[in-house]
DNA sequence: TGAGATATGTCAACAACGCTGACGTAAAAA
DNA sequence: TTTTTACGTCAGCGTTGTTGACATATCTCA
């Protein structure tokens, strides 16, 4: 052999780098979201449709400002796929009714109908994985990517998992 | 209200989508990859860069076609960020020995501080989150997230987050 | 009522990073 | 010696993120 047998350089001071963890989640996460794709391939639709039709369809009345502190990404890049989303009809829109200048999100019938469809083929991916462990399982998989999450975005996070968004709380 | 107090509409028939494990996969591995993107900003480099030094450093004298094995991208998406790593003097390359159509990628010395830089920011994270929890965690993390694999993908991910890559073996 | 803040839309340009298709070269293998 | 393999490269394109600037409708407050 030309090259000598170890494999990693001595990792120097500090902790040793979780390896097995960091790419574990890098494998893991995508084919998570390659699930989707393949569907939403079809729709000529990507994964920014998916996650606006997903988090609309999870909190019906959504607002554009309320989409975008969840989502994190400039109303531009939002505007583009949400325009889209609308013109195929699977997401509309009416006017807020306390404050008329909001625009309130929903999906149509069909939005629904695929959010929940792509839901399932990653909620299949998640119970393929908890399957044969103990019942516990999976609340010890849910605190595991809680506290992967930066502690100040906690509260609001559990806020929108458990269905109570932060915009409609204010 | 306009709208009724149920945020959710019957999921209909078939299994209940497990929307809370579905929405912090996605916010945790925002936040995992977050952590490394804000350093890699200052050497103009984003997370794709990432990905090839970290799996070269990580193997010493991976190919070409090991790595696109890897990343599962095409040759042309990998020589960009190649080309610019290997210019900037991250990594280097060395021709194969046995082969010598091959090229060995090596992480450079400063090369291999950035990866470490960047795997050490990430473990930090994985260690917050394990922390003050059984020490069999870290295990059951490990178990949920190759699990969230696909299983046809297991013993390649195994050999490879183990240290053993398949393109070495064969 | 009138000024200013707020919610949203839009135009333009750009960057990162995927993709396909086509073609070239050097070295190994048959 | 022919074919296959490993890799590089040119060209073009799509998705999805960015910044900056500006327009409009509506709400709020003095």
Redesign the pocket.
């Known amino acids: 052999m030309s090259e000598p047998t170890r494999l990693h350089r001595d990792p120097g001071p500090g902790e040793v780098p979780a390896y097995e963890l960091i790419e574990l989640f890098f494998f893991a996460y995508r084919d998570f979201v390659g699930d989707p794709d393949r569907i939403?391939a079809d729709y000529?639709?990507?994964?920014?449709?998916?996650?606006v039709l997903h988090f609309v369809d999870r909190h019906p009345g959504l607002?554009?400002?309320?989409l975008?502190d969840i989502?994190?990404?400039?109303?531009?890049?939002?505007?583009?796929?949400?325009?889209?989303l609308i013109e195929t009809g699977f997401v509309e829109?009416r006017?807020?009714t306390?404050?008329?200048?909001?625009?309130?999100l929903f999906t149509t019938e069909p939005g629904h109908e695929l959010a929940l469809r792509l839901a399932r083929l990653q909620t299949r991916r998640v119970q393929r994985a908890l399957e044969g462990v103990p019942p516990d399982a999976r609340d010890a998989a849910s605190r595991f990517l809680l506290a992967m999450i930066d502690p100040s975005e906690h509260s609001a996070v559990l806020d929108l998992v458990s269905g109570r968004p932060r915009e409609a709380a204010q």
Chains 1, 2 share one sequence.
Request: charged fraction near 30%.
């Open positions: 939403l000529g639709f990507g994964r920014a449709h998916h996650r607002t554009i400002a309320g975008l989502l994190r990404i400039t109303k531009q890049s939002l505007n583009r796929v949400l325009k889209e829109v006017p807020g306390e404050d008329r200048r909001q625009r309130l």
